[in-house]
């Protein structure tokens, strides 16, 4: 076997092995999510299914396939069947360029050399942001094709809280850009070897932390999940959506959870490197695992423990702090960066 | 080849959706239909190669400019122009014939015309060589290309002056917005004075 | 990385510090009533344009390059940057009372007719097809603001509208055309394109390119049949930027075909010399014959500008006809005096309407009697109308007579002809005018408030002097144009 053929296999098995393992990875982590909602609420959350009701999520999923998909009479129909598509999607496609493991070097597989990356992508960043941008579609849409007041608020809300906070998680990013001197993924955990004080939190920890705000926000979580505010909104842009669409939409949701972490983890937080030298003979990929559940655990105990915004204060946080900050953020690392070289 | 004849796939569909973008009656199914060409767009500057090209087309284009777009449409509640009033129906089919005579004429001329090579030497192993074809295109960017791109941005300055100049409105003393200029009349016979 | 010679934009960048400026001063000017005292901000925009002005003259002579040849400054930048500079300074001038009038003074409108400037300028200064775009895009999307800036008049959301959408319509196509430059050139800098184009000739492929880029800039000089535009859009838009809108980026378009045709596609000139001549006669035609209907004096000035258009095509056809620059000296004498003679004939027109800004349609009727009313006003503008039609003593005879004995140089004596002839016509509309204001009764009582004052005086005093003195002693500007000339074809 020739090595451009066992790089095509590996590649069609690395396509086909990480969505699947991140769905399933989803499933426990939509369990987590109420059970620690549960916890921080003095309940129990999920029991029955499974032990400790960890099977919950599954039996979802069956219940929301076997019911009826209600489509509003006055909706516009193709634009609401697509919907669900267009948020899902996006999501899986940043895996592609998401490294999990050491990538180039010499063979270690069977005598051939297995990349832990789909597509070694010199502008893997910029995928990253670009999905985001497309990931908005299916909210916004969603919103206006349901034909009903609070779906069009929830769309719209989400739509421009949306893009005020790509500006600023754009912005963030730039930093880690300019420090790593790559736009591709790889590169930047590249430039992260060594230990956990060579990772980019620490030069980058405003960049970090903007970035981190941000991703709540694109992410429709508490306390920016102005879009679907019950208390206003019924369900915001989910209102007249049931059965496996709503459940489109949900999955959807906690797959942009999980992608997140991993950027996050991957951009400030040496991605799939131990944070030790010393720890180096663990592999790469349960190390970015172990940093993505750390993550989703601070979305998580974030959600249930801040209160949700007003709009108005929403927006002012988005343009008035982070955008400002995140500018001067990249000033200063812009000037450093070429002081030091 | 598998570059060729994704190269047909792309285009054809690319030119599907604009040409559904200009046909369709309802506007959200037309912006939608423009997002699916520029992404078409996009898929053909990968198959050149030019990654960073295909990303920002879609981050630029698809995303940021199109989302703006949808939500203007949306606010304005444009859903058909099923209801306006067609003016110059007579006009469309002469339009419609001289549109096909210059597509006839550009086809002709362009299919007898041969395009310059303008890579400058680059192949896809002289462009890893280089560090990547992102690092290609800063430099172009950035050096030879300086001055257009500096430019480019006093024209962003100047769409943003003059989205607040159309837009914005005054405050009056008590803190209210109105929409009239201090002391500009309001009425219909003012509006349509002479300037 | 190396650092680029910023000498040639030196000009550029004042302008741009002065908008910014304008921008960041006039919120701290506002004062009780919510209005803001303005002459501070005119005070920093006029300095801007004079220290454009005096760089540029100060960098006559130089001959240098920057931003790997995208750029020049030679005597020809340095020729239409000056213009430029006095144009858009005039209209800053004519415009506080004008916008005082209309209770919408504001700060932009100082820092957006900069920034056109510098997108004027750069288009003058280009030699590269990416920033020839850029700097017109930058250009228009000024202009389409400003257009615009009175936006709850009915005629100014017309005005804006029709102007956006067929500019950027324009630009589309010049885009078009540009791209399919480059695939044929491999280049996008005019002498590359030159030298990659020289040898095809005109080829089909080169033709279309040629075609694309041609209608693209006719689009601003409002060419007929490119022209629909021109009057709504100099109808609707404040009387001092319809002024500017009518020299400056004319003036920049012009500057622009010149280079770039002369420069990028010597192989085809016979072909587009032939277009532009074409495009000349309909252009004279259109604008002089439209013109002779209208009742509207702002209209009636902006079919002339568009009948001016076609005087200076002619020379631009005949540069290409002939193979040769010489014609293109009348031409950029013409766009001086037309600077001069256009601006102070709007300027008038901004005057009046100052006067009287809820009454005032610009009829010829309300011009009945202004002889009497305002004998100071009826005396410049008769002067500037004159100046349109040609008479000798002004400097609209010394544009016409360079443009089109550069005409008749070029073996083209029919074309000159028309000109000439369709000049004769004009004269019937400007001097009706004239006679309208000194020989009719008016209708009604029109009061007149104030007389010439301020800006506005200094603004159409610089423009009549000009007018005058270009009139009597051309010698000076056709120098400077020949050594503008010398710049770009050494």
Redesign the interface.
């Known amino acids: 076997m020739s090595d451009p053929i066992a790089q095509l296999i590996f590649l069609i098995v690395k396509a086909i092995l990480l969505p699947v393992l991140i769905v399933l990875f989803v499933a426990f982590v939509i369990y987590f999510e109420r059970k620690f909602a549960g916890f921080f609420q003095a309940r129990v959350g999920p029991t029955y299914l499974g032990p400790w009701g960890s099977l919950q999520s599954f039996g979802d999923i069956f219940k929301l396939m076997s019911k009826e998909d209600v489509t509003p009479a006055r909706a ?1 129909k ?2 609401f069947k ?1 919907a669900p598509y267009i948020a899902f999607i996006p999501a899986f496609l940043v895996m592609a360029v998401l490294p999990f493991g050491p990538v180039g070097g010499e063979p270690n597989l069977f005598g051939y050399r297995f990349d832990y990356v789909i597509a070694n ?3 893997g960043l ?2 990253f ?6 990931g ?2 299916g909210v ?2 969603a919103g ?1 094709s349901s034909n009903s007041n609070y779906s ?1 608020l929830g ?2 809300r989400a ?2 809280q949306m ?1 005020s906070y ?1 500006l600023a998680m754009g912005f963030s990013v730039v930093g880690v850009m300019l420090m790593a001197g790559s ?2 993924l790889v590169d930047i955990v590249d430039r992260q070897a060594g230990n956990f004080w060579d990772w980019y939190f620490i030069p980058q920890i405003v960049g970090a932390v903007i970035f981190f705000i941000a991703s709540i926000a694109e992410l429709n979580r508490t306390p920016f999940d102005l879009a679907e505010a019950e208390q206003e909104l019924v369900a915001g842009h989910l209102t007249e959506y049931s059965g496996m669409r709503w459940g489109m939409f949900y999955f959807a949701e906690y797959v942009n959870l999980v992608v997140v972490s991993a950027i996050v983890s991957t951009l400030y937080l040496g991605g799939w490197r131990a944070p030790l030298e010393v720890l180096d003979f663990i592999p790469g990929p349960i190390w970015l695992f172990l940093k993505i559940c750390v993550l989703i655990f601070l979305y998580m105990w974030i959600r249930w423990t801040i209160f949700r915004y007003r709009y108005n204060q929403l927006m002012s946080i988005g343009w008035k702090v982070l955008l400002p900050l995140s500018i001067a953020n990249l000033a200063v690392t812009a000037v450093v960066v070429s002081l030091v070289g | 080849m598998t570059e060729k004849i994704l190269f047909i796939v792309f285009s054809v569909l690319a030119v599907a959706g604009g040409l559904g973008t200009i046909t369709r009656k309802n506007v959200v199914h037309g912006l939608l239909l423009l997002v699916f060409t520029f992404l078409n767009v996009a898929a053909i500057f990968f198959l050149t190669q030019a990654y960073f090209l295909a990303v920002i087309q879609i981050l630029v284009y698809a995303g940021a400019i199109m989302v703006l777009f949808v939500f203007v449409i949306m606010l304005l509640n444009l859903r058909t122009f099923e209801q306006e009033e067609q003016t110059h129906r007579r006009q469309r089919w002469i339009a419609a014939a001289l549109s096909v005579l210059v597509l006839v004429e550009f086809v002709v001329v362009l299919a007898g015309v041969t395009f310059t090579s303008v890579r400058g030497g680059l192949t896809p192993e002289t462009m890893t060589d280089l560090g990547g074809g992102t690092k290609v295109f800063g430099d172009a960017l950035f050096n030879n290309m300086l001055l257009p791109f500096e430019v480019a941005s006093v024209v962003l300055l100047v769409a943003m002056v003059g989205a607040i100049v159309l837009v914005k409105r005054e405050k009056t003393a008590g803190g209210a917005t109105r929409a009239w200029e201090p002391g500009e009349r309001p009425t219909p016979e003012a509006l349509e004075e002479e300037v | 990385m190396q650092w680029p010679d910023l000498v040639p934009v030196i000009p550029e960048l004042i302008l741009l510090v002065a908008a910014c400026v304008v921008l960041l001063v006039e919120p701290f000017l506002k004062t009780e009533d919510g209005r803001g005292d303005k002459t501070a901000v005119i005070a920093i925009a006029l300095t801007g344009l004079l220290g454009a002005l005096v760089v540029s003259l100060a960098l006559v002579g130089q001959d240098r390059e920057s931003f790997a040849g995208m750029l020049v400054l030679d005597d020809w930048a340095v020729f239409f940057k000056v213009l430029f500079a006095i144009g858009a300074g005039l209209v800053i001038l004519m415009s506080p009372g004008y916008l005082e009038a209309h209770r919408r003074h504001l700060g932009e409108f100082y820092a957006l007719v900069l920034l056109a400037v510098v997108g004027m300028d750069l288009m003058a200064a280009a030699r590269d097809f990416i920033l020839l775009y850029v700097a017109l895009e930058l250009m228009a999307i000024s202009s389409y603001v400003l257009a615009a800036f009175f936006r709850y008049r009915v005629r100014s959301n017309e005005s804006s509208l029709k102007y956006f959408l067929t500019g950027s319509f324009a630009s589309a196509i010049m885009l078009y055309g540009i791209s399919l430059v480059y695939g044929l050139a491999g280049a996008t800098g005019y002498a590359a394109v030159g030298q990659a184009l020289g040898g095809r000739g005109g080829s089909a492929g080169v033709l279309l390119a040629v075609f694309l880029v041609a209608v693209g800039l006719g689009f601003k000089v409002s060419a007929a049949p490119f022209h629909m535009w021109t009057p709504d859009v100099y109808q609707g838009a404040p009387t001092p930027i319809a002024a500017f809108f009518s020299v400056g980026p004319k003036t920049a378009a012009f500057a622009a075909i010149m280079a770039a045709f002369i420069v990028a596609f010597p192989g085809a000139v016979q072909e587009w010399g032939v277009f532009f001549i074409v495009l000349s006669i309909a252009t004279m035609l259109v604008g002089n014959l439209y013109a002779l209907v209208q009742t509207n004096v702002k209209r009636m000035l902006a079919y002339s500008s568009i009948a001016h258009a076609g005087y200076l095509l002619t020379g631009v056809g005949a540069m290409g006809w002939a193979g040769n620059s010489y014609p293109g000296h009348g031409v950029m004498v013409y766009l001086a005096a037309y600077t001069f003679m256009n601006l102070g004939a709007f300027g008038l027109l901004a005057y009046l309407k100052t006067q009287m800004p809820h009454s005032f349609d610009y009829s010829l009727k309300q011009m009945a009697g202004l002889g009497r009313r305002s004998p100071w006003a009826a005396v410049l503008l008769s002067l500037f109308l004159l100046s349109l039609t040609g008479i000798p003593g002004t400097a609209g005879f010394i544009g016409k007579f360079y443009v089109f004995s550069g005409v008749v140089w070029a073996d083209l004596w029919w074309l000159a002809v028309i000109g000439v002839l369709l000049s004769v016509v004009s004269a019937y509309y400007y001097l009706r005018v004239i006679i309208y204001m000194f020989f009719r009764e008016p209708e009604e009582e029109y009061e007149v408030r104030e007389p010439i004052s301020g800006g506005m005086a200094a603004s159409l005093a610089v423009s009549a002097i000009a007018t005058v003195v270009i009139g009597i002693l051309p010698s000076w500007l056709w120098d400077s144009v020949a050594s503008a000339f010398n710049a770009l074809f050494d």
């Open positions: 516009d193709p634009v697509l992508f010199d502008a910029v995928l942001l670009a999905m985001c941008a497309l908005v579609y916004v849409l206006w069009l769309g719209l739509g421009a893009i790509e736009m591709s």
